[in-house]
């Protein structure tokens, strides 16, 4: 969406946090916390996170999201 586009490149100094099941809404943000019950279980880039498998990676599969 282009409000999101606008928070996420604008080159404002600014922390932005975005709440979504929507992996591709995510794919070009710097970090990742994945929260389940509460509590943060992952962390890190999205190809960081991918990588590693998990939670992050098995949303983004059911999803047809590759990194």
Known sequence: STILNDLIYKEDNKTVIIVTHKISSVLNVDRIFVIKNGKVIENGTPKELYKKGG??????????VTL
């Not at 939670?55 to 047809?64: D, I, S």
């Open 55 to 64: 939670v992050f990676r098995n949303l983004a599969l059911y999803q047809n």
